[in-house]
């Protein structure tokens, strides 16, 4: 059974930083890209940014880059996402995805695993 198991995020003034971690089980994580979804109250869930297995290309949204940073560690079958100088509508409910597409950019209907989400709250 594949799960993805997130921890981190929460509530942050605007500025500030956040951290968000997700650990993968019962999949051949070496083989997937991974990344992070992000879907605020009343929006589709969106991609936000992605890195690739094997060679860790990764990829951003435009008003991501410069404050976000995805990494992966084979060795634990974790992904991270660290959040720098956040703003207000980066507020949303955060996933970590999972999918077996050899790109680091996906939509959410190429993800074949899910994270359970985690509320990122940012106030200005």
């Known amino acids: 059974q594949v799960q993805l198991v997130q921890s981190g995020g929460g509530s942050v003034q605007a500025g500030g930083s956040l951290r968000l971690s997700c650990v993968a089980t019962g999949l051949a994580f070496r083989s997937y890209s991974m990344g992070w979804f992000r879907q605020a109250p009343g929006k589709e869930r969106k991609f936000v940014t992605g890195i690739m297995w094997l060679n860790n290309i990764t990829r951003y949204i435009e008003s991501v880059k410069g404050r976000f940073t995805i990494a992966r560690d084979d060795a634990k079958n974790m992904v991270y996402l660290q959040m720098n100088n956040l703003k207000p509508e980066d507020t949303a409910v955060y996933y970590c995805?999972?999918?077996?597409?050899?790109?680091?950019?996906?939509?959410?209907?190429?993800?074949?695993?899910w994270g359970q989400g985690t509320q990122v709250t940012v106030s200005s």
């Open positions: 995805a999972a999918w077996t597409q050899h790109s680091p950019v996906v939509t959410a209907a190429g993800v074949q695993h």
